[in-house]
């Protein structure tokens, strides 16, 4: 039996005959990871609330055909405590934990910035230090960055000018000028494009003081952008509870 | 593969939870050898509970009238009200014989991810139970994961304005568990819900 050690994210969990679950893991190291924890159903389970959605765990994998086995697994940092106890931050951080999952397409391939991403989400999500869906939005927007998607909020992502432009397209890739302006583009407001821009980067002075209509309109695009580079929307964000 | 009805049988079986299909096959075998008038009870069960088992109008419960047994029965105080994900979690609570109250079956808990929201589950049948003011005290035994603890959290704040009294089932050390392999989540609940001990 192959058995190695990571620490990892959990990102999802499925209930598996009578008493086990599959897990699935985004990991530091061996990207995301689908393993059987065995009896975790159970009162005695020795893995608890360990292997619940966002745990951060350190965990021991051993190596399967399809489906690796947890042996064992030790708490890193418990984000599911303060998530489970408020209902916005609980369907902020679901989205996060789908978009991860759909962005790591391939199993067991590395992908340590999406890691590192997810982790450093979780721990603002669970400080409250922001506003819940500004976190989810900073963290959208920087996930398809990191995928290579990132939009651009100054520069018209048709010609590269220097901006600012009035326009929104989310197929050509963000803020457009008048000449690279496709049909069917949006016109945001300033300020929300202004919002955009500030999660994109993490200057969170200037997010957090944004009015409720800029918020709504920039998730709003988030949204849109998102579901354009996934083909398909995520299935937790119309549940997402927003101000 | 095999012929006709016996590959048409293991398809059928092979579609139950938990069945693969080499149970599937092992069952449809069994079933062949079996005594004919075992397999016929088998098959008439099978037909009647789609035909007489419902869910309760009331709680949404498994019934076999408009009614479960338990909201039929006048016995039960009807000021206490137990809310629970499932059925089968009606019938885990019914066994410890310390509930007297009534229930009101979700048909499962908020889970985002997999699509369901609040609208998807039996809340707003809820919210109308509880309307009328006869309930005093709500308990929200969803499971102790982080989807049941989402929706006992989110029923907990809906149901504020209404003046109720609202409580959670405890969570802690299991009996006949050890004190060492206890996670820090439910280690950390048992501590706060310590209670004191009259000796």
């Known amino acids: ?6 620490e990892g994210v959990v990102l999802r969990t499925q209930k598996l005959g009578e008493a086990d679950r599959i897990i699935t893991l985004l990991t530091r190291r061996h990207g995301r990871v689908r393993a059987v924890a065995k009896g975790v159903r159970r009162t005695t389970s020795r893995f608890g ?22 042996v064992q697994a030790e ?13 916005a931050r609980y369907t902020a951080g679901t989205a996060m934990l789908e978009t991860a999952e759909r962005l790591t397409d391939e199993e067991r391939e590395p992908a340590v910035q999406q890691y590192l991403l997810l982790v450093g989400g ?49 197929p050509t890739g963000g803020m457009v000028c008048p000449g690279c302006r496709p049909p069917g583009s949006s016109a945001p407001s300033p300020e929300s494009v202004r919002l955009l821009g500030a999660l994109l980067t993490g200057a969170w002075d200037v997010a957090d003081a944004s009015a409720v209509g800029p918020r709504r309109e920039a998730s709003g695009l988030t949204a849109a952008f998102l579901a354009w580079h996934l083909e398909r929307g995520l299935r937790s964000l119309r549940h997402v509870e927003r101000v | 593969m095999y012929e006709g009805v016996v590959q048409d049988l293991i398809d059928e079986l092979g ?59 006048p016995r039960r105080d009807p000021a206490v ?41 039996r809340v707003r049948e809820l919210m109308t139970r509880l309307a009328d003011g006869a309930v005093r005290e709500l308990i929200l035994a969803t499971d102790p994961n982080l989807e049941g603890e989402a929706t006992a959290t989110y029923l907990a704040r809906l149901v504020k304005p209404m003046g109720l009294r609202v409580t959670r089932l405890a969570s802690g050390l299991p009996v006949g568990g050890d004190l060492e392999y206890a996670d820090e989540v439910t280690l950390g609940r048992a501590f706060e819900g310590r209670r004191l001990l009259d000796a």
């Open chain 2, 15 to 73: 579609r139950l939870p938990g069945v693969g299909p080499k149970g599937a096959q092992r069952i449809a075998f069994y079933l062949l050898a079996a005594d004919p008038t075992d397999v016929r009870r088998l098959a008439d069960v099978l037909v009647l509970v789609k035909d007489k088992v419902r869910f309760c109008a009331t709680c949404g419960n498994v019934a076999e009238e408009e009614h479960c047994r338990i909201c039929r029965d």
């Open chain 1, 75 to 87: 708490t890193l940092a418990p984000y599911a405590g303060p998530l489970m106890g408020d209902y």
């Open chain 1, 122 to 170: 979780l721990r603002a999500l669970a400080g409250g230090e922001h506003d819940p869906t500004l976190v989810l939005d900073a963290f959208l927007l920087r996930s398809l960055a990191v995928a290579g998607f990132a939009p651009s909020f100054a520069a018209c992502a048709g010609c590269g000018v220097g901006g600012p432009h009035r326009f929104f397209s989310v």
């Open chain 1, 1 to 6: 039996m192959s058995l190695y050690r990571d």
């Open chain 2, 81 to 121: 009200l137990c809310v629970v994900e499932e059925p089968k979690d009606v019938v885990a609570i019914e066994r410890t014989r310390e509930y007297r109250g009534r229930y009101h079956v979700l048909g499962g808990a908020i889970s985002p991810i997999d699509g369901i929201g609040p609208d998807d589950l």
């Open chain 1, 49 to 70: 609330a360990r292997l619940e959605p966002f745990m951060l765990v350190d965990v021991q994998l051993a190596l399967g055909r399809s489906l690796d086995v947890v």
